[in-house]
């Protein structure tokens, strides 16, 4: 079965520093990867999305970039953060052609 | 644009007792997906169940069950036998057939369970 793995699980950043979240995927291939922010007492928000290696689409226009290095291996930056960019940052999962996504544990971001 | 519309920020239940959960939708297609996912405070996304909008059979998962009223664009959760377990933050998401490799979620604000002992 696939398991998502993501690192860090907790994390607290001055604003204007940069960030790296990373997310591993194992027990599949090709998988398209997602993340989303969920934001305090909100739904999640899609971020980003990739179909395969170094292919990555944007859903909201911000100061966070995403890139996929490996087939099983998504990461999220930022070269300098903001306040707003506090909150809890998931990835998910899906194979194409299957329906369900399914999520990591998360990485819960403070920017101070 | 689909949006996803939770009413109920919070709900409480009785362990033992059933509790339902709204959701309604709003698209224009024809195929699409929906789920529930489940939160619980340790903020791992669970998916509890899905269905998908061809099947007029509402979908049934131990004792999950979903009412889906395609023409309501409607799409509640009936938990039978709530258990402290069930405690958690619930999901409705929809996500349509696209026929792509983009199985983009729209989650609804959520609907915070508690089960009462």
Redesign the interface.
């Given at each position: 079965s696939q398991t998502i793995h993501q690192w860090p699980a907790t994390l607290v950043q001055p604003v204007g520093s940069p960030l790296s979240l990373e997310c591993t995927v194992e027990g599949t291939s090709n998988p398209n990867l997602y993340w989303y922010r969920q934001a305090a007492g909100r739904g999640l928000q899609l971020l980003f999305y990739s179909v395969g290696i170094g292919q990555i689409s944007s859903e909201v226009p911000q100061n966070l970039s995403a890139s996929r290095p490996q087939d099983r291996q998504f990461i999220l930056s930022s070269k300098k953060l903001l306040l707003s960019d506090s909150g809890f940052y998931l990835c998910a999962q899906d194979q194409g052609g299957t329906y369900e996504q399914y999520f990591g544990p998360g990485t819960r971001l403070t920017v101070t | 644009a689909q949006t996803?519309t939770q009413s109920q920020p919070e709900m409480s239940v009785q362990e033992a007792e059933t509790v339902t959960l709204s959701c309604t939708y709003d698209t224009s297609e024809s195929d699409y997906?929906l789920?529930w996912?489940k939160q619980p405070p340790?903020?791992?996304?669970?998916?509890v169940i899905?269905q998908?909008a061809y099947k007029q059979q509402n979908a049934t998962e131990n004792r999950f069950s979903v009412n889906f009223q395609k023409a309501a664009k409607s799409f509640s959760l009936k938990i039978s036998d709530s258990q402290l377990g069930d405690a958690a933050m619930y999901?409705c998401a929809y996500?349509k057939n696209s026929g792509g490799?983009?199985?983009?979620?729209t989650?609804?604000?959520?609907t915070l369970l508690t089960v009462n002992p």
């Amino acid at each position: 079965s696939q398991t998502i793995h993501q690192w860090p699980a907790t994390l607290v950043q001055p604003v204007g520093s940069p960030l790296s979240l990373e997310c591993t995927v194992e027990g599949t291939s090709n998988p398209n990867l997602y993340w989303y922010r969920q934001a305090a007492g909100r739904g999640l928000q899609l971020l980003f999305y990739s179909v395969g290696i170094g292919q990555i689409s944007s859903e909201v226009p911000q100061n966070l970039s995403a890139s996929r290095p490996q087939d099983r291996q998504f990461i999220l930056s930022s070269k300098k953060l903001l306040l707003s960019d506090s909150g809890f940052y998931l990835c998910a999962q899906d194979q194409g052609g299957t329906y369900e996504q399914y999520f990591g544990p998360g990485t819960r971001l403070t920017v101070t | 644009a689909q949006t996803v519309t939770q009413s109920q920020p919070e709900m409480s239940v009785q362990e033992a007792e059933t509790v339902t959960l709204s959701c309604t939708y709003d698209t224009s297609e024809s195929d699409y997906y929906l789920f529930w996912y489940k939160q619980p405070p340790s903020r791992q996304m669970i998916l509890v169940i899905r269905q998908e909008a061809y099947k007029q059979q509402n979908a049934t998962e131990n004792r999950f069950s979903v009412n889906f009223q395609k023409a309501a664009k409607s799409f509640s959760l009936k938990i039978s036998d709530s258990q402290l377990g069930d405690a958690a933050m619930y999901f409705c998401a929809y996500r349509k057939n696209s026929g792509g490799s983009n199985y983009k979620l729209t989650f609804g604000k959520g609907t915070l369970l508690t089960v009462n002992p």
